[in-house]
């Protein structure tokens, strides 16, 4: 059974960093596409990011891209979001998400697995 926990959630000021780190069990992390998505309260799921297995293509959302860094360590099962120049549109749950067919897609549905969330709270 493939589980994914997310944890680095937070409250942080605007300006400030977070990493969030995502850890893969059940099944080993090389063999997943690997992205980040978020939610707001009252919005629809947003795509973040996402990683390629082999980590040469990595792509981000326009609203994150410059202050977002998505990076893996498949040793460790873990993917990590690192989180720069953050201000209050970045405040929601924030879900990592397994692809198992290595879609690379920005489409939540393309992902198999999912994680429960964490929260990041950006204070202005």
């Known amino acids: 059974q493939v589980q994914l926990v997310e944890s680095g959630g937070g409250l942080v000021q605007a300006g400030g960093s977070l990493r969030l780190s995502c850890v893969v069990s059940?099944?080993?992390?090389?063999?997943?596409?690997m992205g980040w998505f978020r939610q707001a309260p009252g919005k629809d799921r947003d795509f973040v990011g996402f990683?390629?297995?082999?980590?040469?293509?990595?792509t981000y959302a326009d609203s994150v891209k410059g202050r977002f860094t998505i990076s893996r360590d498949n040793a460790k099962n873990t993917v990590y979001l690192q989180m720069n120049s953050l201000n209050a549109e970045d405040t929601a749950v924030y879900y990592c998400?397994?692809?198992?067919?290595?879609?690379?897609?920005?489409?939540?549905?393309?992902?198999?697995?999912w994680g429960q969330g964490t929260q990041v709270t950006v204070s202005s």
């Open positions: 059940g099944r080993t992390l090389s063999t997943f596409v």
């Open positions: 998400a397994a692809d198992a067919g290595a879609t690379q897609s920005r489409r939540g549905e393309r992902y198999d697995y």
């Open positions: 990683i390629s297995r082999n980590t040469v293509y990595i």
